[in-house]
């Protein structure tokens, strides 16, 4: 299993040498429209235009759509929730649906694969220490109402650097216990439920083992929560993040005024 959301790929593309603080605001924006369209040929448009984006950042598109099979049972789980749950006109075909609720089940799973797929770039293009410095930049006017902003960006940027590791983790131990003769597909549901017993305590010992593996390369590091962290270059907005934030504000304003 290869999950792209969360990793980081060093290259040269004009995305990845963008300001953080730009790309996460680009980001943010580009997930809020990804979530405001409301037309399923504008939403196909801006699925074009996320493509785009990922050739412009040199990334590879294979990967990036082989990365999104992990969140497919979400996709699926959603639009079905929507046909079966939204009222409207029935359809024949199918008991208790509606066809309202297979339109609005369509754009929840499309509004869904682009904001993926635009975080993904967005963690790909960006080293772990600038998502950390843009978002303490952005929580910056918290630490006047003393919020620890330092920790909470850490946090955040360790669970989405976390996510390919669990399900990294989590495929090793699958494969290792079917290696051994563990059957995890036939019989009932409750044989299966206990056939999951021998896969979750080898995760959780494999995820604590990496968190502490963590915990201390933090501390060789010098980390100390609540001490303020500097910097050895201190990275300032240049025309190009200047002329990316605009195009990028200008565009994304332009599909939610269509």
């Not at 809020?32 to 990922?54: Q, R």
């Not at 979400?74 to 079905?80: G, H, M, P, Q, S």
């Not at 989405?160 to 131990?173: K, N």
Request: charged share 20%.
């Amino acid at each position: 299993m290869r999950l792209t959301l969360g990793q980081f790929l060093p290259g040269e593309s004009v995305v990845h040498l963008l300001d953080p603080r730009v790309k996460l605001l680009i980001t943010t924006l580009g997930i809020g429209t990804a979530f405001f369209v409301d037309n399923i040929g504008i939403l196909a448009t801006f699925s074009l235009l996320c493509i785009g984006l990922t050739f412009v950042a040199g990334l590879p598109f294979i990967r990036l759509v082989k990365g999104l099979k992990p969140f497919l049972w979400l996709f699926l789980f959603t639009a079905i929730l929507h046909v079966f749950m939204t009222p409207g006109d029935k359809i024949a075909w199918i008991p208790c649906a509606t066809r309202q609720g297979l339109t609005n089940g369509i754009y929840v799973g499309l509004r869904l694969v682009c904001a993926i797929w635009i975080s993904t770039i967005f963690t790909l293009t960006t080293s772990p220490s600038e998502m950390v410095r843009a978002m303490t930049w952005f929580m910056k006017p918290l630490k006047y109402v003393k919020v620890p902003v330092g920790e909470i960006a850490l946090a955040v940027m360790l669970a989405i650097r976390f996510i390919p590791v669990l399900f990294e983790e989590a495929d090793r131990t699958l494969k290792a216990q079917k290696a051994r003769g563990v059957d995890l597909e036939s019989g009932g549901l409750m044989k299966r439920i206990r056939s999951i017993i021998p896969i979750i305590i080898p995760l959780l010992r494999g995820v604590f083992r990496r968190t502490e593996d963590l915990a201390v390369a933090l501390a060789i590091k010098g980390y100390r929560p609540g001490q303020e962290r500097t910097s050895m270059k201190e990275r300032k907005l240049n025309y190009m993040d200047l002329l990316a934030l605009v195009i990028s504000s200008f565009v994304l304003c332009f599909f939610l005024y269509l």
